[in-house]
């Protein structure tokens, strides 16, 4: 059986309206009701929300029956709803922006300390995807004058957050980089991709000058079928972030092996500078390569060019010619207590020369 829920920690937020005086009379307003009341999950929390309604104190006022309210509170969830705008935005960004899986988000809310069920991810999902089409007429409608005089270069990209599972299909403006369409569709079918996202799209009424898409086949049916004689280019990003994995995964697998190296030489130098009496003027400079190190240690890489491995073995090389300019000036080795660091640092690079991964690196 479920359990009621405990509800006598949750804290409460009150929401008033945003004016005191009466904009008819100017008479102070007085409390009147409370326009509703919920429990609400946000971001931060599980929050019990009371929006509060206010109106005139003068009786005889004509405008004494209305009553004011929070736009404030309005926005924290849809109506109906026990979930906040900011978790939906969450999950709808997880789940078609990052491709996470349910289980996914379900352990990423977890995470939050949020337990939301399976059941309740889709609905939210569902809900976003409605507001994502709501806001879209708005937008395409701003744009207008743009269009008329420059056409739409549209990109299509279907995602599929679970094999087997419905699509998400987007088809954006790819100069302005703004959503036309954002349709579920259960099948990657040729003659669905042109009815429900290639159909509308002409239909806006726009100069069509080139489509942009990955290599699928349905899609390049549909493109071919709706919009004949249309420039239709494979995306250079699609391409060259397949072509290059090969070698994305080799330089994080080096980059792992090299943090891992390093990282154990840098405990041991840590625990030394931390040992070293307050006054000592090398400490300072040696705990600013330390932080150096460990803020190199820490940058990612981006499919297809970004290749953090290298970018770390430049950074260290770099690290070690300072290194060695120091000790050249005599500093560092009159400093007794620093010769194991001193070691340390020199010895980087001598490990990366013996780990197997540092020549596979460069030579790649
Ligand atoms: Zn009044």
């Known amino acids: ?36 009341r919920k429990y609400v999950i946000t971001l931060n929390g599980r929050f019990k929300i009371i929006s509060l309604g206010y109106s005139c104190s003068r009786v005889r006022c004509s405008q004494s029956k209305v009553v004011y309210r929070s736009l404030k509170a ?5 109506k109906g709803s026990s979930f906040g705008f900011d978790v939906m935005v969450q999950i709808g960004w997880w789940r078609f922006w ?43 409608e701003s744009q207008r004058a743009y269009f008329r005089r420059h056409g739409m270069v549209i990109s299509l990209d279907g995602m599929e ?30 003659d669905l991709i042109s009815r429900h996202l290639l159909e509308p799209v002409k239909a806006l009424g726009f100069r069509i000058r080139a489509v942009i898409s ?14 004949p004689g249309c420039p239709h280019q494979a995306c250079q990003v699609h391409c060259l972030c ?20 390093i990282r154990a030489k840098l405990r041991p130098v840590s625990r030394t500078l931390s040992r070293a009496a307050a006054d000592d003027p090398y400490c300072a400079v040696l705990t600013d390569y330390c932080e150096a190190l460990r803020d190199a240690l820490r940058a990612d890489g981006l499919s297809p060019f970004e290749l953090a491995g290298l970018n770390l073995y430049d950074e260290l090389e770099r690290m070690e010619a300072s290194l060695r300019r120091c ?21 980087i690079r001598n490990s990366m020369i013996a780990s197997n991964i540092s020549e596979t690196g460069l030579s790649n």
């Open 214 to 227: 990955d290599a699928d086949s349905n899609i390049r049916r549909a493109v071919t079928a709706s919009l």
């Open 98 to 140: 990052e491709h996470r899986t349910l289980d996914e988000i379900a352990a990423l809310l977890g995470a939050k300390r949020l337990s939301v069920s399976r059941r309740h991810i889709l609905n939210l999902i569902g809900d976003f995807l409605a507001l994502l089409r709501a806001a879209q007429p708005a937008k395409i």
């Open 327 to 347: 000790q050249k000036k005599g500093g560092i080795p009159s400093w007794p207590s620093c010769w194991t660091s001193r070691h340390s640092a020199s010895d």
């Open 1 to 36: 059986m479920r359990k009621a829920k405990d509800n006598t920690r949750v804290p409460k937020r009150y929401y008033r309206p945003p004016i005191t005086t009466c904009p008819r009379c100017g008479a102070p307003l007085h409390r009147r009701s409370t326009v509703w």
């Open 74 to 78: 309005e926005q924290v969830s849809l």
């Open 242 to 261: 397949e072509a290059g994995q090969p070698i994305f995964e080799q330089d994080r697998a080096m980059k792992t092996d090299l943090r891992r190296d």
């Open 161 to 190: 957050p679970e094999q087997g599972n419905e699509m998400l299909f987007i088809v954006r403006e790819a100069n302005l980089d703004l959503t036309l369409v954002a349709e579920t569709l259960y099948s990657s079918r040729a």
